[in-house]
Nanobody, 123 residues
């Protein structure tokens, strides 16, 4: 069974850092598009970062450039979102997402999702 399990959310003051993890079971991230989305109440889920090793598509939100970065472990079954210089407006539920082929702007086109983890940034 394919499953994505997230961890690492929490509360932090503005300017601080957090690292989110997304562990995959049932597959590895090789030959997939992998990424992170976030959602605040009343808003659409928005793409933060995504990269595809299949078709080289990618997403990088302007609001996180230079502050957020994604990576994977050497076994390609856990991905990370390193978030630095956090701002109050980064407060959201963060989701990892995987697609078999590409990075889509539309969140509902992805094949697999994590359960979401809350990140709260206070001033």
């Amino acid at each position: 069974e394919v499953q994505l399990v997230e961890s690492g959310g929490g509360s932090v003051q503005a300017g601080g850092s957090l690292r989110l993890s997304c562990a995959a079971s049932g597959f590895t991230f090789d030959d997939h598009a992998i990424g992170w989305f976030r959602q605040t109440p009343g808003k659409e889920r928005e793409g933060v970062l995504c990269i595809s090793s299949v078709d080289n598509s990618s997403i990088s939100a302007d609001s996180v450039k230079g502050r957020f970065a994604m990576s994977t472990d050497e076994n390609k079954n856990t991905m990370f979102l390193q978030m630095n210089s956090l701002k109050v407006e980064d407060t959201a539920v963060y989701y990892c997402a995987v697609d078999r082929v590409r990075c889509y702007q539309s969140w509902d086109l992805y094949d697999y999702w994590g359960q979401g983890t809350q990140v709260t940034v206070s001033s």
